[in-house]
T-cell receptor, first 113, second 111 residues
Framework: NAGVTQTPKFRVLKTGQSMTLLCAQD?????MYWYRQDPGMGLRLIHYSVGEGTTAKGEVPDGYNVSRLKKQNFLLGLESAAPSQTSVYFC????????????FGSGTQLSVL | EDQVTQSPEALRLQEGESSSLNCSYTVSGLRGLFWYRQDPGKGPEFLFTLYSAGEEKEKERLKATLTKKESFLHITAPKPEDSATYLCAVQAAGNNRKLIWGLGTSLAVNP
């Protein structure tokens, strides 16, 4: 049972480049989330999804887009990367709204030069 | 404004030296308070959920308690493998999506 898998684990981009981060979960969870974690800022919610085909904005959505075409996958896209998007990105999932236990992936370390 | 503050920022203990980590919160009605452990280079791992004042949860050397204003994570006779960052998060009543995260306490346990 792999849980939540994120790819890639590391990436370096130049300003203006685009990329997609992939999150896959094999627990049949309805809810999926993308967070970023920065020193002194804690975990901040970027976007989330409450089920296949749905997405919603979190607290820091600007510069990111997401898609949830399949229940098990949640993609985070950066259309035109900026240095301010240098961060560690975590995907998380949970079974239902009532069950608040989040399962996290191991993270993607992204540097934008 | 909803807020979560964790203290201390960092704590260094000798193996076997018990201590407590603090999570103070200000929310408009508490739906749940969560403790996670995060190892370097990994995502947070769930430890406990507490829902109401007076509630306590235990797991091995860890015990979490909750009052109306704060939560404590007590670590009894810690071992080096307990070294990690411990994160606290709070969910306010009525806000079904957003967790308010603290910045964490970095714990180092020396052998």
């Amino acid at each position: 049972n792999a849980g939540v898998t994120q790819t890639p684990k590391f990436r370096v981009l130049k300003t203006g480049q685009s990329m997609t981060l992939l999150c896959a979960q094999d627990m049949n969870h309805e809810y999926m989330y993308w967070y970023r974690q920065d020193p002194g800022m804690g975990l901040r919610l970027i976007h989330y999804s409450v089920g296949e085909g749905t997405t919603a904005k979190g607290e820091v959505p600007d510069g990111y887009n997401v898609s949830r075409l399949k229940k098990q996958n949640f993609l985070l896209g950066l259309e035109s990367a900026a240095p301010s998007q240098t961060s560690v990105y975590f995907c998380a999932s949970k079974r239902t709204d009532a069950n608040e236990k989040l399962f996290f992936g191991s993270g993607t370390q992204l540097s934008v030069l | 404004e909803d807020q979560v503050t964790q203290s201390p920022e960092a704590l260094r203990l000798q193996e076997g030296e018990s201590s407590s980590l603090n999570c103070s919160y200000t929310v408009s009605g508490l739906r749940g308070l969560f403790w996670y452990r995060q190892d370097p280079g990994k995502g947070p791992e769930f430890l406990f959920t507490l829902y109401s004042a007076g509630e306590e949860k235990e797991k091995e050397r860890l015990k979490a308690t909750l009052t109306k204003k704060e939560s404590f994570l007590h670590i009894t006779a810690p071992k080096p493998e307990d070294s990690a960052t411990y994160l606290c998060a709070v969910q306010a009543a009525g806000n079904n999506r957003k967790l308010i995260w603290g910045l964490g306490t970095s714990l180092a346990v020396n052998p």
